[in-house]
């Protein structure tokens, strides 16, 4: 079979197996001894991916911020160790002229020609050029152009402007879109190089885009930088994922590649899904993920279950990235779980999740943080995907799960933790190994599924009143990908 069936075909088709588990009404809150222990505010056992960093203002660092906000100290501050990098005539500190000659030799083997324009600037040699730009300019121009001394990189020695060899776009913006600029915006990091003014980033850094202003931070910083995603210095010492990281609406995918990295996707309105960031590196023990606003604060929040059997959210913040991980519960290894709000008057998405037994069961999440005792709803689930989304379009959670026999089936929710005997709503979809709901997709208070074929191609099935609407490809080349949501 090539897709599962459009399952409209089978609405109304009431189930008829016998070993169907049997819904049962909720029951009151019990929690046997062999349950998860829930143990809210214990230290998690897995190191904080999302780690944030003091920023650094020692000047003689190769991490040192500088920025109109925070000046060198002391302000007259000059490096050791200035030598006159590539015999330019413009000095850098030994350390950023080692790794500035071994970058300009990689891009000459590239076919691109660089030369070094601007290093080392004093406090008085700012002094009078911020003064030339004041007084041909203005002050508000000149400051988005230029720092005031005593707040310039350059004075570190690690900041370097380069262009072309030839000359052309000169300490202008195209030099960005030279085959040079592109090589050097691509490259730069494996030698140290961070382009520290970034196109699209002035509110953060107070500079315009500055694609010839390199500043040297060591290769640690600027390949954890790349990989995380950070655009900036300021975004790296906030511990400040790229404001693109943030995960604005339900429908975003997180995944995680062979590398441990966790992705963000995105699609725009209806269309294919798009790499977009890295929200962090080191993910390689998650067992699975969810995007759901568990604090429900507005804002979209990482519900992760690690393989080894904490359960925790990272909260997102409304500015962009993450707090550090805070655990919701532990024991959860061999639970199978999915996330959402099965009580409607709760005012937080709870865990829906059975262990190896196979008994269905509820938690509820009372404050935002962690789970409270659970609600048992039934037996027979061992071995079926479980998804909470409201199919019928009542406002209520229902409960979706696949059989491995490939049948999709349908459980009405009340609002109140029970849920009705189920009815089929496709076939065939045994060929997925992933489903998760997708809020948002094709518009605001849409509903729907995003799943994953054999073959690495994700689809949308969007939800219509208590059926499907069109099925669309959204994605290719899957399969790698751990994907969550
Ligand atoms: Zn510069």
């Known amino acids: 079979m090539a897709v599962p069936l459009c399952a409209a075909l089978l609405l109304g088709t009431p189930a008829t197996a016998p070993a169907l588990p049997a819904p049962a009404a909720a029951a009151s809150a019990v929690v046997p001894a062999a349950l998860p222990a829930l143990q809210a505010g214990a230290a998690p056992a897995t190191v904080n991916p999302l780690r944030s960093l003091a920023p650094v203002f020692t000047a003689s660092s190769t991490s040192v911020l500088v920025n109109k906000s925070h000046p060198l100290n002391p302000l007259r501050y000059v490096p050791a160790n200035l030598v006159n990098a590539r015999g330019s005539g413009h000095y850098l500190r030994s350390d950023a002229a080692g790794a500035l000659n071994t970058l300009f030799n990689a891009a000459a083997g590239a076919g691109h020609g660089l030369a070094v324009v601007s290093g080392y600037r004093s406090y008085d040699t700012q002094a009078s050029l911020y003064n030339y730009y004041v007084q041909t300019y203005g002050q508000a121009y000149a400051d988005t152009i230029s720092a005031r001394p005593g707040y310039s990189e350059h004075q570190t020695g690690l900041a ?189 998405p709870g865990v829906l999740g059975y262990k190896p037994d196979g008994v269905l069961r509820y938690y509820p999440n009372t404050s935002g ?83 994953r074929k054999s073959d690495g191609t994700l689809h949308y099935y969007g939800f219509g009143t208590k059926a499907w609407l069109p099925r669309k490809q959204v994605g290719a080349g899957w399969g790698p990908m751990r994907i969550f949501k």
Not at 307 to 317: D, E, V
Not at 377 to 404: F, Y
Request: hydrophobic residues 35%.
């Open 160 to 348: 370097v402007d380069i262009g072309n060899a030839s000359g052309s776009c000169g300490l202008s913006t195209c030099f960005g879109d030279t085959p040079a600029g592109r090589w050097v915006a691509a490259n730069a990091y494996r030698y140290g190089f961070i382009v520290r003014y970034p196109n699209g980033w002035s509110g953060t850094t107070g500079y315009s885009y500055e694609p010839w202003h390199l500043r040297y931070v060591g290769t640690t910083i600027s390949a954890d930088m790349r990989a995380r995603s950070y655009p900036t210095l300021e975004h790296y010492f906030a511990g400040n994922p790229a404001a693109g990281a943030t995960l604005k609406s339900g429908s975003d995918i997180v995944a995680v590649n062979s590398a441990g990295q966790l992705l963000r996707y995105t699609a725009a309105t209806g269309g294919s899904y798009k790499f977009h960031s890295t929200i962090g590196s080191g993910w390689g023990n998650l067992k699975q993920a969810f995007v759901v606003d568990w604090n429900s604060d507005g804002v979209y929040d990482l519900l992760v279950q690690w393989k080894a059997g904490n359960l925790g959210f990272y909260r997102g913040r409304s500015g962009g990235g993450f707090d550090g991980l805070r655990s919701v519960g532990w024991g959860w290894a061999d639970m199978t779980i999915t996330v959402g709000k099965l009580h409607r008057s709760h005012k937080y």
């Open 369 to 451: 943080g962690a789970l409270g005792g659970f609600t048992s709803t039934g037996p027979g689930w061992a071995g079926r995907g479980i998804t909470l989304a409201d199919w019928n379009n009542d406002g209520n959670s229902d409960v979706l799960s696949q059989l491995p026999s490939g049948s999709l089936l349908y459980y009405m929710g009340n609002g109140t933790g029970g849920i009705a005997y189920p009815s089929t709503i496709g076939t065939g979809w045994q060929v997925m190994n992933y489903i998760a709901p997708a809020f948002g997709y094709a518009g605001p208070g849409t509903r729907g599924l995003l799943a």
